[in-house]
């Protein structure tokens, strides 16, 4: 499958998630600087940088699990420190959120894991509940007899498929998703890969993607997010980031592994 071509040209003045000035700090250190990012509707938007410049820290800050010491987060335009507690749930309820190797509940089965945000946010018989978990399943491509498994009885690729499932609950906007390819052999990424484009085209979803992978970034990704020195340095395309003059980027995007990713 070849990826889509996204054509956001006059959507940067709308975009569903925007990040102005964010300050983040754990004691002393600081993590980011006065960042800036924007994701525009539709598009997979990468995430990269190297280690300790906050990748997974952003990620947590826009969906509020982290505060921020200053800055604006806005998701459909909406200033999110300005929502009561009642809209902010109602709000959640239209994000999907992958962390890394799924996160899910070991005590509860592939079914059970996907079910939990349904649970929380709507009264709904049992079988209702089977019959959307078992639709979600099959969305995130695991087979139905994968329902009554628990989580430690399954191979990596498939934990990271219900997590998957357990995302796509609720029906989210957009879908927030934290080293989604991280351990899985390069059959496994790129069939990953393949099934994020899948469900971005046809379920009209915005994706913010944090990443290493070199092949996800050149596969699927509309434009990538550089982190470096506490702030955002560019947000293009991966042909146009190539041309950046500064030192990680061009150790990142011009190495050998690059070459090989770009082959590929």
């Not at 070991?106 to 509940?129: D, W």
């Not at 628990?150 to 990271?160: E, H, Q, V, Y």
């Not at 609720?170 to 998703?177: E, K, M, N, W």
Request: glycine letters at 8%.
């Amino acid at each position: 499958m070849e990826k889509s071509k996204i054509d956001n040209s006059d959507k940067d003045d709308n975009p569903v998630v925007e990040v102005r000035g964010l300050v983040t700090r754990f004691g002393m250190n600081t993590v980011h600087d006065n960042l800036d990012i924007k994701m525009r509707r539709g598009e997979i938007l990468g995430v990269v940088g190297g280690s300790g410049t906050g990748k997974s820290v952003l990620l947590k800050a826009i969906l509020g699990i982290i505060k921020p010491a200053a800055g604006k987060i806005d998701i459909w335009g909406q200033d999110q420190a300005e929502l009561s507690s009642n809209e902010l749930i109602c709000e959640r309820r239209r994000l999907g959120v992958l962390f890394q190797d799924g996160a899910l509940f070991s005590s509860l089965s592939v079914a059970g894991n996907v079910q939990v945000p349904l649970r929380e946010h709507f009264n709904m018989s049992q079988q209702l509940m089977d019959e959307i978990s078992a639709i979600k399943i099959s969305m995130a491509g695991l087979p139905p007899d994968a329902a009554p498994k628990i989580p430690a009885s399954l191979s990596g690729g498939m934990r990271k498929r219900a997590g998957l499932a357990r995302a796509l609950a609720l029906d989210p906007q957009i879908l927030f998703l934290d080293e989604p390819t991280a351990g899985l052999d390069p059959i496994g990424a790129a069939a990953f890969d393949q099934l994020i484009l899948k469900l971005r085209d046809t379920l009209d979803l915005s994706v913010f993607l944090v990443t290493h992978d070199l092949d996800t970034l050149y596969t699927i990704c509309d434009r990538v997010a550089v982190l470096a020195e506490g702030k955002v340095i560019a947000t293009k395309p991966v042909h146009e980031l190539e041309k950046l003059d500064h030192s990680w980027v061009k150790e990142y995007f011009r190495g050998p592994r690059s070459r090989l990713a770009k082959e590929g």
